[in-house]
């Protein structure tokens, strides 16, 4: 999901005093396109938040805020693929998903209106600089989250690993908390490409480089793209994508008007829904797609 994306912002964290003993599992709704996930803040909750590895800094609703007395302070310049737009920070003194807490969470205010169509149903958006604290199994097929902060998912699991890079540059200015990975697009582009990989995106995105024409080697359609809060317009096309040593045939690819590789930090968006099952090992800095499970 294209939210804004914050530049150079460093935050420092403390997990829960309580040690993990085994991976936790909880529920992942989906609405609109996302997945919804319940979550606690400053101890009340939970409340509805958008799952969301795409958005560097967590977001909450600025009448949640208000209604458990936070205060905000201090601007926040936020960068995104459609341009630049103001927040204001604001301080947590903790978040917990699925009972695991990280304390000292810095988020920025969100409006209702930049949620879109479920702007009623939702509270918020978790990103990474949450996210970032635990390995995460999203698995699609079952609706299933596994969150862990010990080694245990991830002796569980096998695959392929993927390296990710976890910082990008945009305007001149770092980016921070992000997952990108690495991928070919052989049928539109000859050079490689890093996507951002997004929990809340609904299709694969292309950001070309400003003078860059990508090909079309198959029949392209036009329309709308239909986001949570606009609507764009885009070419779409079916093609491969080389993820690692695996070629996925067949993937609904969208190159829209007036985003370029030029506005933003990365050359496209990769939904986590197009894997049946995604490990991402932040610990190490890698990902599987559709990992087996290990038998012992």
């Not at 590895?53 to 805020?65: C, D, E, I, Q, Y």
């Not at 001149?172 to 052989?186: E, G, M, N």
């Not at 008007?257 to 932040?282: N, V």
Request: hydrophobic share 40%; proline share 5%.
């Amino acid at each position: 999901m294209q939210w804004p994306v914050a530049a150079c912002l460093c935050f420092a964290f403390a997990l829960n005093s309580k040690a993990q003993t085994s991976p936790i599992t909880t529920s992942m709704r989906p609405s609109s396109g996302v997945e919804i996930v319940q979550v606690s803040v400053n101890g009340t909750g939970p409340y509805p938040f958008v799952l969301d590895t795409g958005a560097n800094v967590s977001m909450v609703k600025r009448s949640l805020l208000r209604e458990l007395k936070v205060p905000v302070a201090g601007a926040m310049v936020l960068v995104a693929s459609l341009g630049e737009s103001l927040h204001e920070r604001a301080e947590l003194h903790s978040v917990s998903l699925a009972g695991l807490s990280v304390q000292d969470v810095e988020v920025s205010t969100l409006e209702g209106p930049e949620l879109g169509s479920i702007q009623e149903q939702v509270q918020g958006i978790l990103g990474e600089n949450f996210l970032e604290q635990f390995d995460l199994l999203i698995d699609n097929d079952k609706q299933l989250l596994v969150v862990d902060q010990t080694p245990q998912l991830e002796n569980s699991l096998t695959g392929e690993h993927l390296p990710i890079s976890r910082s990008g540059i945009s305007n001149a200015s770092d980016t921070a908390h992000r997952i990108f990975v690495p991928l070919k697009l052989p049928d539109v582009l000859t050079r490689p490409v890093l996507f951002l990989l997004d929990s809340a995106a609904n299709a694969a995105m292309l950001y070309p480089l400003k003078n860059e024409l990508p090909v079309v080697k198959g029949r392209a359609h036009y329309g709308s793209i239909h986001s949570l809060s606009s609507d764009q317009q885009c070419r779409v096309e079916h093609t491969a994508f080389d993820i690692g040593s695996d070629r996925y045939r067949e993937i609904v690819l969208a190159t829209c008007e007036g985003m370029t590789r030029d506005a933003t930090d990365t050359d496209g968006l990769l939904p986590t829904s197009l894997f049946h099952r995604l490990f991402i090992c932040h610990r190490k800095g890698y990902v599987i797609a559709n990992p087996r499970t290990v038998l012992r």
